[in-house]
T-cell receptor, first 116, second 114 residues
Framework: GAGVSQSPRYKVAKRGQDVALRCDPI?????LFWYQQALGQGPEFLTY????????KSGLPSDRFFAERPEGSVSTLKIQRTQQEDSAVYLC??????????????FGEGSRLTVL | AQSVTQLDSQVPVFEEAPVELRCNYS??????LFWYVQYPNQGLQLLLK??????LVKGINGFEAEFNKSQTSFHLRKPSVHISDTAEYFC????????????FGKGTHLIIQP
């Protein structure tokens, strides 16, 4: 596709429900990042994939958070037993470079999760 | 590890006036520096970046930023703002080398007043 696509754009979950957020990166992009952006805050790093390999998951806040990218393209961020503090916008970004730390990250519009 | 401080959470400016959004960073290694813009209900978009070379970097939409190593700053400037510049602006840093992602500041909301 032309850009990074994320779905759903908005998700309301009851506390304790499981949710799955999808990211479709730009075709051919090697690197894929997930960020969490709480209200009024900057994005915070969650996890990084290079192709299908999850090279860094140090930012995942708890073992309720799980991410995968099985074929090196689409990625899913899963949150089990959601809590109110999980309410945030979840941003996905991709880059054609490995690491992505030269800043050439392309961001999706995000998935806004509200946990009641 | 790196950190970014954006001291101003909001900056109101009159249209056609100049603006400076401040960013300071902390890092134990050499860094790359970036400014991203987030328009309402849109994803983040890269405005400009400093990787090496000239410390004055020009970006899209008439923005520029200057890297000051001694002050550990990377302030964003525009000589004359337009109503369409109303957005959230994020400064970000990453360490040179390795596969780490970006560390973002908390953002500055630029409010353009007519």
């Amino acid at each position: 596709g032309a850009g990074v696509s994320q779905s759903p754009r908005y998700k309301v979950a009851k506390r304790g429900q499981d949710v799955a957020l999808r990211c479709d990166p730009i075709s051919g992009h090697v690197s894929l990042f997930w960020y969490q952006q709480a209200l009024g805050q900057g994005p915070e790093f969650l996890t990084y994939f290079q192709n299908e390999a999850q090279l860094d998951k140090s930012g995942l806040p708890s073992d309720r958070f799980f991410a995968e990218r099985p074929e090196g393209s689409v990625s899913t961020l899963k949150i089990q037993r959601t809590q109110q503090e999980d309410s945030a916008v979840y941003l996905c970004a991709s880059s054609r470079r490995t690491g992505g730390n030269t800043g050439e990250l392309f961001f999706g519009e995000g998935s806004r999760l509200t946990v009641l | 590890a790196q950190s970014v401080t954006q001291l101003d959470s909001q900056v109101p400016v009159f249209e056609e006036a100049p603006v400076e959004l401040r960013c300071n960073y902390s890092s134990s290694v050499s860094v790359y520096l970036f400014w991203y813009v987030q328009y309402p209900n849109q994803g983040l978009q890269l405005l400009l970046k400093y990787l090496s070379g000239s410390t004055l970097v020009k970006g899209i939409n008439g923005f520029e930023a200057e890297f000051n190593k001694s002050q550990t700053s990377f302030h964003l400037r525009k000589p004359s703002v337009h109503i369409s510049d109303t957005a959230e602006y994020f400064c970000a840093v990453s360490g040179r080398g390795g596969a780490d992602g970006l560390t973002f500041g908390k953002g500055t909301h630029l409010i353009i007043q007519p």
